[in-house]
């Protein structure tokens, strides 16, 4: 099959996965459209490859901003052919203890800023009756993880929207693929990750390892944030492109885990869930 050649727009470019996801689309000969948030970011991106790392600077939970941004690349660059919504930041901290303020700030960028994004580019894919959609989740969208509840609780709401919107505008020819990295060798859990404050003693002995063990693993992480590119862009080409792409072998483990823990529930308790229907008898309740 010989790949074709695409626009890309990519959110979150400056670092981490969304970089290795660009260089790599660069590199196999697409045009890049990627969004940062500092202009100095934006030169050092256009000098990747001044004819097709196209940089705009964006802030996406500017909802106005984002539909501006689409529609000026979309006339300007081209058309939209694939959209990675990756733009994203960690929190952790213990639940009890994050404040209110900063979860609704982990799901104004982690959600509703990959919601945006997705809603400016499908009218275009639409009207094209063609495009692929694909956010970045995490391993923790599919499997919860203690000291991180606000992040999980932001990707299992991402991975809601992105399974219901596959079905819906898969009868237009729009791929929509959630993915799902493990631990990669990225600054996510050094300087990319905001911490919450400590002040409830009563969790020390839990979360205070926790908190030391993901410090000490930065920058060891098994993930290869060039060989997640190369897996993202072989299945752009594909006919059928999965729904759900987990990447890593940590993150495998980890998912299949979380869901056999709920395989378990469903059928420890599947007598007292299938007791709440109504009667077949008449279907009264009597």
Known sequence: MTPTVKTFLITGVSSGLGRAFAIAALDAGHTVVGTVRKEADAAVFTALCPERAHARVLDV??????LAVVGEVEESVGPVDVLIANAG?????????TPLAALRAQFDVNVFGAAATVQAVLPFMRGRRRGHIL???????LAAFPGVSAYCGSKYA?????????????AFHI??????????????????????????????????PIRA?????DGQQIGDPSRAAAALLHILDTPDPPA?????SDALRLVRAGREAVDGDLDAWEGLSRSTD???RGDTGE
């Open 278 to 280: 109504f009667s077949r």
């Open 213 to 217: 063990a993901r410090l000490q693993a």
């Open 89 to 97: 930041y960690g929190l952790e901290g213990i639940f009890e203890e």
């Open 244 to 248: 759900h792409l987990v990447l890593g």
């Open 175 to 208: 791929h929509v693929t959630a993915v799902e990295p493990g631990s990669f060798r990225t600054d996510w859990a050094g300087r990319s990750m905001i911490r919450a404050p400590r002040g409830i003693p009563d969790y020390d002995d839990f979360f205070e």
């Open 158 to 170: 991402l991975e809601g929207i992105l399974e219901a919107l596959g079905k819906e505008v898969a």
């Open 135 to 141: 956010a970045v989740t995490s391993m923790g969208g």
């Open 61 to 66: 939970t500017d909802d106005e901003a984002v």
